[in-house]
C-alpha cells in the first residue's frame, strides 16, 4: 500500500482487483466440491456464480477500504502500525 492515507494509486486499486479474483477463485471453487453429491451436470452453477460474486466483491470493498485507512508508512489511520 503505496498511497497516503484516504488516497488509492493505480498499484492499490490493481492490488485489491487481484485479491478479488483470487478469492471469487478460492470461494467459487469451495463452494463446488462442497455441494453434496457432487456432480458437474446437476451443480447449481447459478448459486456458485453468487458465490463467487459475493466474495469478489467483499474483497474488493475490504482491500480498498484497508487502502483507505492506511498511511504511506504502514499505520492504521497514522496511529497503529499493521
Same mark, same amino acid.
Given at each position: 500500500? *503505496?498511497?497516503? %492515507? @484516504?488516497?488509492?494509486n493505480?498499484?492499490?486499486?490493481a492490488r485489491?482487483? =487481484? $485479491?478479488?479474483?483470487?478469492? +471469487?477463485?478460492i470461494?467459487?471453487?469451495?463452494?463446488?466440491?462442497?455441494?453434496? *453429491?457432487?456432480? %458437474? @451436470?446437476?451443480?447449481?452453477?447459478s448459486?456458485?456464480?453468487?458465490?463467487? =460474486? $459475493?466474495a469478489?466483491?467483499? +474483497?474488493?470493498?475490504?482491500?480498498?477500504?484497508?487502502?483507505?485507512?492506511?498511511t504511506?508508512?504502514?499505520? @492504521?489511520?497514522?496511529?497503529?502500525?499493521?
Amino acid at each position: 500500500m *503505496n498511497s497516503g %492515507l @484516504f488516497k488509492i494509486n493505480i498499484n492499490d486499486l490493481a492490488r485489491a482487483v =487481484i $485479491n478479488a479474483v483470487v478469492a +471469487a477463485v478460492i470461494l467459487g471453487l469451495g463452494s463446488l466440491v462442497s455441494q453434496p *453429491n457432487f456432480d %458437474l @451436470f446437476t451443480l447449481d452453477w447459478s448459486g456458485v456464480l453468487h458465490t463467487a =460474486i $459475493n466474495a469478489a466483491f467483499i +474483497a474488493l470493498i475490504g482491500s480498498l477500504g484497508a487502502t483507505l485507512g492506511t498511511t504511506k508508512d504502514g499505520k @492504521f489511520f497514522g496511529v497503529v502500525k499493521i
